[in-house]
């Protein structure tokens, strides 16, 4: 997986490195994720904090450097776990959330990195913000509410052709100053290197099959 991550890299003429591979390990218990802690792995994926809670701070605890990422949607009531827990949030995707964020950011000083979702196919089940309200979202979080926004987040529609949704986020990034992009899957991550992806979030083709979302 690293070695087509790096291919990709090298055929889009970006530097190497300049992607990171976050492993998705929703479903997959403790035992299956460590194999690639020993092999030095660090960014890994959840999309669900209590699943998360129930198994990673034992992992983190034994293996230094451990990077977690929030790639699912976080409830407001869960904003607390999420800060303590995750070292990446590529969720946010209304106000009230950002506004948890903030809050629970400046009581305890941790600071995780922070990702507006956009929902660029604008599906109405699912989540990220609208593209029309991107820029309003990010500025007030930014200006208001003084987070440190670095970058957007994307899951284009199962059924579309994913480089318009890839391209599209990439722009929106650019013009709002964002250096982080969010993008790709399992089918479709060299696509999203070749558009700009600086995170890839790799599930089924790291660790097979899941039986859930
Ligand atoms: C599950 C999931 C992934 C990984 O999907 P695969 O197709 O298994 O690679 C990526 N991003 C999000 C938001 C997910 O929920």
Redesign the pocket.
Known sequence: MKARVAEAERAAGRPAGSVRLVA?A?TVPAEGVVPLLEAGHRDF?E?RVQEAEAKWPALKARYSGVRLHL??PLQSNKTREAVSLFDAIHTIDREKIARALATEIARTGRSPELLVQVNTGAEPQKAGVIPEEVTALASHGRVDLKLSLTGLMC?PPAADVVAPHFAFLAKVAQRLGFGTLSMG???DFETAIAFGATYV?????IFGARTR?
Do not use: F, Q
């Open positions: 998705v929703k994926g999309n790639i699912g899951i899957m399992s089918g979030r790799v599930g089924t083709a979302n």
